[in-house]
């Protein structure tokens, strides 16, 4: 019986890390291509008030991004890039990815104005230097926990004393830094939730609750790696 619970716990930890894993690389996804898939994961997006702007929506929504061809219906950021398209996301052009991507919606909409052309959907935020510098930093947060997340899991695997205190440790530090990308994202989208331009509606992405949710994930697993090292131990003390 002490064997099954002790089995127990390590697929749990081991569910969880796995669980955390899968989660931030579905995040980390968002937007990097047209399947069904990565262009529904997003971290954050925006929809644009047709009616009130058709004179400068775009005519064709596979049309190029920035090249002053007319707004989309709705623009979705995901972790290295954004893509603009239809409300239904199934018609879509996306800029060329980044390293170090940040998150900036009046540049977006003021790129795909056409030229000439001015509009209140396009005001800048008072904040934009912030949320520039902010997301940025966010980018390299929310990428450094993937990979740490990523190792916690694979180190989990092992049921060893070393092995399972270097997995809680590193399920501690991405618990920590996805947490802290995940937070800086939260606040400055609430921000621009709050103020955003005339005729465009801000929203959080499903992208955004999952590396909330891996954090979580990654947390709960720490005790049951702490145990299971604990455990570790008194067998190996037994045995020897």
Known sequence: MPGLVIKNRH?????????????????????????????????????????????????????SLGQGLGLREQYSWGLYNYCGGSSDFENVACEDRSFGHRINLPEAIKADLPEGKTSAADGQYSNQDNINRYTRAAFYLLFVG??????????????HMAALSIASI?????????VAGAGIETYFIANMKDNSAEFVQVDYGNALWMFWAAAGACLVSIPLLVGGAAASRVRYAEVY
């Open 146 to 159: 993937t990979i740490i997340a990523g190792v916690a899991f694979i180190v989990s695997v092992l049921i």
């Open 170 to 178: 590193l399920s501690f530090l991405a618990f920590a830094v996805l």
């Open 11 to 63: 697929n749990h930890r081991r569910f969880l890390l796995f669980s955390a894993t899968a989660l931030v690389i579905l995040a980390n996804m968002g937007q990097l291509t047209h399947n069904m898939v990565a262009r529904n994961i997003r971290i954050m997006k925006a929809t644009v008030q047709t009616d009130a702007l058709s004179q400068f929506m775009t005519k064709s929504f596979s049309n």
